[in-house]
């Protein structure tokens, strides 16, 4: 039982010290994705403004209306 135990301590500390050797030397960090460029602010049209459309729709039911313009 002595030797078991002796052996699972042994490679327990061979696997530690491996992986503080592969930390040390940088080898193989995972990539990273570069971080997306912010969108500029999309430009309003009049097409897609609302009060626009809304106007246009208002025009459009009732020309003779002297508020529509």
């Known amino acids: 039982m002595l030797r078991?135990?002796?052996v699972?301590?042994?490679?327990?500390?061979?696997i530690y010290l491996t992986v503080r050797?592969?930390?040390r030397r940088g080898v193989a960090p995972a990539p990273r994705r570069p971080k997306p460029k912010p969108?500029?602010?999309r430009v309003m049209g009049p097409d897609d403004d609302?009060?626009?459309l809304r106007d246009l729709d208002r025009k459009r039911k009732h020309p003779e209306d002297p508020e529509a313009g």
């Open 4 to 6: 078991f135990l002796l």
């Open 8 to 14: 699972v301590i042994l490679v327990a500390v061979a």
């Open 21 to 23: 050797v592969i930390q």
């Open 39 to 41: 969108q500029p602010p």
């Open 50 to 52: 609302p009060d626009f």
